[in-house]
Every structure is written in structure tokens, then in C-alpha cells.
């Protein structure tokens, strides 16, 4: 089993940055991938970026070109840059870890962007 431990959530202003980090713990070197999802107040869980073992990234559209993924191996941490936030980018993030069919959550990170 992995263990996730998010941290890096807060309030930033539009057009500001922050970053996220998500540790993990445990069995990880089962992880196939580790990510990022978000859920916004009254909509459901969508996804927000992956990193693939093999070092391949993918992000969602509405991030593509403002969010970054990168992993530490050393540290087992995989980090969410978001740059450019907008008030749409309000929500919980939360890191996952997928191992083979089985995923892991984390506790959930609150980014708010609002003047």
C-alpha cells in the first residue's frame, strides 16, 4: 500500500503561481503513475495531469500550457506548477498513485484563486 501526503494549497490572486507537492510512502516502487486530479465546489472530480514511469506526461486541456508535472524519484514526490491560475482553477486537488488497477488518494489540497 502507498501512502500520499499532499501539501502547497492556498489563496492566490488570478494570474499568480503556486505548487504542489505529493509525497509518497510505502510500497512505491509498485507506482505504475502517480497524478494529479481536482474537484471544484458542486462538480465532480476531473483530471488534471499524470507522470508515467517511463517519464511521460500528460495534461488537461484547461491546464495545458500553465500547469506542469515533475517527479523527484529520490524523493518519491511528484509536484503540480500551476502558473497563470484562474478562478476556474479553484478546487481540492488531489494527488493519486496508481498501482496496476489500484488507486491511492490523498488527503486533498485547497487551492483558491480570487482577488
Known amino acids: 500500500q502507498v501512502q500520499l501526503v499532499e501539501s502547497g494549497g492556498g489563496l492566490v490572486q488570478p494570474g499568480g503561481s503556486l505548487s504542489l507537492s505529493c509525497a509518497a510512502s510505502?510500497?512505491?516502487?509498485?507506482?505504475?503513475?502517480m497524478g494529479w486530479f481536482r474537484q471544484a465546489p458542486g462538480k465532480e472530480r476531473e483530471f488534471v495531469a499524470r507522470?508515467?514511469?517511463?517519464?511521460?506526461?500528460k495534461l488537461a486541456d484547461p491546464v495545458e500550457g500553465r500547469f506542469t508535472i515533475s517527479r523527484d524519484n529520490d524523493k518519491n514526490t511528484v509536484y503540480l506548477q500551476m502558473n497563470s491560475l484562474k478562478p476556474e482553477d479553484t478546487a481540492v486537488y488531489y494527488c493519486?498513485?496508481?498501482?496496476?488497477?489500484?488507486?491511492?488518494w490523498g488527503q486533498g489540497t485547497l487551492v483558491t484563486v480570487s482577488s
Open positions: 493519486y498513485a496508481l498501482q496496476n488497477t489500484l488507486i491511492t
Open positions: 510505502g510500497s512505491v516502487n509498485r507506482v505504475d503513475q
Open positions: 507522470y508515467m514511469n517511463s517519464g511521460l506526461t
